[in-house]
């Protein structure tokens, strides 16, 4: 691949970037199939291998942006309703909500807490099928650091999801390896039937991310 924008060219974290998105199968199957992102096929991979999305479902995906996720909820399960919300712009999704703002203000609670049909501050209120997330923090490069930033984002996503999901209900999110992540998921554990921590063949092998598929919300 041969990279003629000279500023881009002296960057080379830059160039391996590129020359990675030029070789990956998955950006051009993505291209292909109309999606937005690569990481549209993690959630069909995960969705495939434990069938957790069915038609006519309330589904919320956080850390939706660009919206590869939602669009292929929106396309596969056309009935569904779909709440998603991300820091960064959402450009429309037919059959999909959007906001933009940070997950953990009030603001964005509340706006999920309506949609939702949940009184503020309720516990086990929620009318959600299916909560996805693939929020990630902006890493600084510092292992243990961005694993901690990762880690309060994921605690904020259980929380909500322990607020938000009917009974029965799945709980899908990013993760990063290391060693508080067994101390959540003995937590979430004790909340769901069945949780599986997995890297989808379509995650980066050189990734540290990991997914929580946690399924049959106790309440």
Not at 61 to 73: E, K, M, T, V
Not at 111 to 134: C, F, Q, R, T, Y
Request: charge should be positive; aromatic fraction near 10%; hydrophobic fraction near 40%.
């Amino acid at each position: 691949m041969k990279i003629t924008n000279k500023k881009i060219a002296g960057k080379k974290s830059s160039v391996a970037w590129l020359q990675r998105q030029a070789a990956d199968p998955y950006v051009a199957r993505a291209h292909k199939d109309g999606y937005r992102a690569r990481a549209a096929y993690k959630l069909i991979e995960m969705n495939e291998r434990f069938r957790f999305l069915r038609d006519g479902q309330v589904v919320v995906d956080l850390g939706a942006a660009p919206g590869s996720w939602s669009q292929y909820i929106a396309r596969t399960y056309p009935k569904s309703k779909i709440f998603a919300m991300d820091l960064l712009e959402i450009s429309p999704i037919v059959g999909v909500e959007t906001y933009q703002g940070d997950f953990t203000s009030d603001d964005a609670l509340r706006w999920l807490e309506d949609k939702l049909g949940m009184e503020p501050d309720s516990v086990g209120a929620g009318s959600a099928d299916v909560i996805v997330s693939d929020m990630a923090p902006n890493t600084v490069g510092h292992k243990k650091t961005d694993h901690i930033r990762q880690m309060v984002l994921l605690e904020y996503a259980f929380d909500f999801a322990l607020r938000a999901l009917k009974p029965g209900g799945t709980f899908v999110c990013k993760s990063f390896t290391g060693g508080t992540t067994q101390d959540l998921l003995k937590q979430i554990k004790e909340k769901f039937d069945a949780v599986h921590h997995i890297k989808p063949p379509s995650s980066r092998k050189d990734s540290v991310e990991m997914f929580i598929v946690a399924m049959g919300f106790r309440g």
